[in-house]
């Protein structure tokens, strides 16, 4: 007998037998000694630290592009801006990326914020009403539609631990009173799923971003080691227009690139075409 096994037989009186009255026997042992001899306890119990563990992946999960939210089907106009010659080389691209930067925070960043603020279905209900009126742009109210009700039913199917949120959504399909905008669903979930305010617009600004280079690669104007460098160098400006923009009210929200808006509604009228908007 060795001394590690010599010491767990000293050790081994410090538990206690007990039978109850159906003749079980339960044998309580000295906490102590099972974790000296690699035994936890709480294996298998869910504590705080781990609950928060898991919302960090519910959190990043929000973020992945394997969500199938139909962001991808979506260029922000980039397509028909191509095709209208704006766009021809990096540096244009660099130039239309930015823009649309800028407009996703001054249009659509007050939507975000005040969703995440207070994310219920009054409020929600309310912010979509809003942002249905004030997007003008026939092809990019679409986009934004198409886009907020695929994110809000495959959140609810996701996370299961955000029952409100399946209950949310089957009202307000009911109600038939909403158009599912995609920035104020998005700051909606980013609100149930513990996103502070910042983090749910400096989020969205990301998926923005994200998506447009993807759909400059698949329009072939940049390759994919190219798009990573373009989003690499153009993050430290989306952090100054996140600065610019964020923590607005809903009643500041204007389009900063007209433009590009103009360009965009145009989408429906190209003969050829990759993208839904």
């Known amino acids: 007998m060795d001394a590690s096994q010599n010491r767990w037989l000293t050790k081994v009186t410090k538990l206690s037998v007990v ?23 709480n294996q298998g119990k869910e504590t705080p630290a781990s609950a928060g563990h898991i919302l960090q992946w519910s959190q990043w999960q929000l973020l992945d592009s394997i969500l199938p ?8 106009g980039l397509e028909a801006a191509v095709q209208a010659y704006m766009v021809s080389k990096p540096e244009d691209l660099k130039t239309y990326v930015i823009h ?28 979509d009403k809003i942002l249905d009126a004030t997007l003008t742009n026939e092809v990019s109210k679409k986009a934004s539609i198409s886009q907020g009700s695929a ?17 949310m959504r089957d009202t307000l399909l009911g109600s038939g009173t909403v ?29 923005t971003m994200r998506d447009t280079i993807s759909a400059a690669t698949r329009l072939n104007l940049v390759g994919p080691l ?16 996140l600065s610019k923009w964020m923590n607005r009210a809903v009643e500041e929200a204007c389009q900063t690139a007209p433009l ?8 429906g009228y190209l003969f050829s075409r990759l993208f839904s908007s």
Do not use: W
Not at 69 to 76: D, K, L, V
Not at 151 to 167: D, M, T, Y
Not at 228 to 240: F, M
């Open 19 to 41: 039978f109850t009255p159906r003749a079980q026997i339960l044998i309580t042992v000295d906490s102590g000694l099972l974790m000296e001899h690699g035994v936890d306890l």
């Open 69 to 76: 939210t139909g962001g991808f089907a979506h260029s922000f």
């Open 100 to 127: 649309v930067l800028e407009n996703t925070g001054s249009l659509l960043l007050p939507f975000v914020y005040a969703a995440s603020k207070c994310p219920n279905m009054d409020t929600y209900t309310r912010l």
């Open 151 to 167: 994110l809000l039913r495959i959140a609810a199917a996701v996370f299961v631990e955000l029952p409100s949120l399946k209950k």
């Open 179 to 207: 158009s599912f905008h995609h920035a104020p669903v998005f700051g909606l979930i980013c609100g149930l799923l513990g996103f502070d305010s910042e983090t749910s617009q400096r989020a969205y600004m990301f998926i």
């Open 226 to 241: 190219g798009a990573s460098v373009l989003q690499h160098q153009i993050a430290h400006i989306a952090e100054e227009l």
């Open 260 to 267: 590009l808006d103009t360009v965009q509604g145009c989408h």
